[in-house]
């Protein structure tokens, strides 16, 4: 079984890369571009796939991933299956800060086919943050791909004072939800 | 001309949207040149009716006519009706008649007629080579109800029946056994598949559906291909190949042509629950009725879209991809095919 490492490889200066894992094409590409066409004085690659592990033999030409999102689909009992299976391919490395899952479609709730807690238990099990978004609505798509860059920074190491595991447990405590982790 | 068939005629001439009054009428034959052209069209419905009854009471229009305006109507909007697709057998020692239109229609008058005068029997040909029957059912002691016939559509030296329902069940029988004596067949069953779309039906049975899979197509491929040059370079599939794959599975199942129109896809599951005998839950012999229905404006055109949306994984379940071959849109799952009654995607 072949895990994605966090640390195999060497950073690529001035660069960052996000990798967006979930089973819905067109959400995950909108949302690749609204990243993109955020200003930034650093590169941006975007990874897409539907599911991990990725396919080994582009293993040499992949950067280093700085951050991974999983998209969970609320309304597809696939899509949340899909995710459960891709993280047994994660280095445990990458949940020092380095994953964050977000999860589409909430909003409708009579459409929600996951529970809002399996999918908030998924992500205290691996703790790491869960963001919440529609991603149809323009506005909440900026600011979660805005949200995102900034993680994205703080994983790559581009923020000075701040790493990926203290910003991982100051988004915890602000969650303030320590019930399922007893 | 009766009060019955001028009623009928008025209201079917208000169903008739405005927009195709003017060929509807025209296409009825009933009016002379002089007469069409004396019609007001754009007077209110109400008003427009009433000239054409009375235009009707100067011809001396019959039911017969009033019934072959209702079936150019429903020709037109054959969509509005739900239709049943029927097989008529032969058995093997029977010999092959020619066919001929005109037997036909005489011997699937005499064999209604002999049981039950009280009907009004309608043949109407259209171009597309289809013959419509519209048959409104009476009781013995009861005239035909005008508002409530079968239509039946029939392409001659085809076993193909395609018969959209009135509600009077009893007369099924008689329907059936009136297609039979006219079209020389000895047995006629259902098949299964029913869908508001005739022309699909048509095309599903008939098989003019799979010469689109046989046909390469080069058009959309190419398409393809271009949008996914478009993407910007610091955006990169991971997953290329996987695509491609899941993109010729689809095809192989679904073709890349335009799929017949369905408007849903019934399984009646009469299979027995499974579990480890430990949990002791529903363990018994006796089948676990369900019925699962999906449904959609346009049935397999979404179901070819499940794997691309990343709804299900490629290939779906055969249960799902065999409604166009087997020709077929209700399924009954037992136990005997166990094979057969898992894999059903989540939706």
Known sequence: MSTLAAFGKLPTLNSATILLVGTNEIFQQQLAETILQE?????????????????????????????????VNMQSKHSYS?????LVHVDASFFLGKVCFLATGAGRLNQISIEVNAVLKLADLYCSPVLFCELECEKIRIATAQRLLRMLRICAGHMSGVSALSFSSLMKSSIGDSSFLA | MDEIVAEYIRRTVLRIPRSEMGRMLTTWGVFS????????????????????????????????HAANLDII??????????????KMTKEDGDENVVFNWV???????????????????????????????????????????????????????????????????????LLFQALLAAANYSDIHEMDLRSRCLDSLKDIVFKRYNQNVETFNPQPL?????????????????????????????????????????????????????????????????????????????LLEALKSLAPAGLATAPLSRLLTCIVPEAKNSFKITEKKSGFSHGLPDQ
């Not at chain 2, 007469?35 to 039911?63: F, P």
């Not at chain 2, 363990?283 to 369900?290: G, L, M, Q, S």
């Open chain 2, 222 to 298: 190419q398409e393809r291909n271009s949008t996914l040059e478009n993407v910007d370079p610091r955006i990169i599939q991971e997953d290329k190949n996987k695509k491609e794959t899941i993109r010729k599975i689809n095809e192989e199942d679904f073709g890349n042509g335009s799929l017949p129109k369905l408007q849903y896809a019934q399984y009646k599951l009469e299979t027995v629950f499974k579990s480890k005998p430990e949990m002791g839950i529903l363990n018994d012999k006796e089948p676990f009725r369900c019925l699962v229905t999906f449904s959609s404006p346009h």
């Open chain 1, 82 to 86: 899909n995710i459960e299976a891709s």
């Open chain 2, 73 to 86: 109507y429903n020709y037109t909007y054959r969509d509005k009706k739900v239709w049943t697709v029927y």
């Open chain 2, 33 to 64: 040149e002089n007469q069409l052209q004396s019609i007001n069209l754009h007077q209110i419905k109400d008003k427009l009716s009433q000239e054409v009854v009375q235009l009707c009471e100067e011809n001396g229009a019959t039911i017969k």
């Open chain 1, 39 to 71: 200003k930034q004085d650093l590169k941006i690659n975007i990874h897409l796939a539907d599911s991990l592990p990725l396919p080994p033999e582009r293993d040499h030409i992949r950067p280093r991933i700085d951050l991974i999102v999983f998209m």
């Open chain 2, 103 to 173: 037997d036909f229609k005489n011997r699937f008058k005499a064999s209604l007629r002999l049981l039950l005068k009280n009907v009004t029997i309608t043949f109407k040909k259209f171009e597309d080579n289809s013959m419509w029957i519209r048959i409104a059912w009476g009781t013995q002691f009861k005239k035909p109800n005008q508002y409530k016939p079968t239509y039946v559509v029939y392409h001659s030296q085809t076993p193909y029946v395609f018969i959209s329902h009135s509600i009077f069940k009893n007369c099924r029988v």
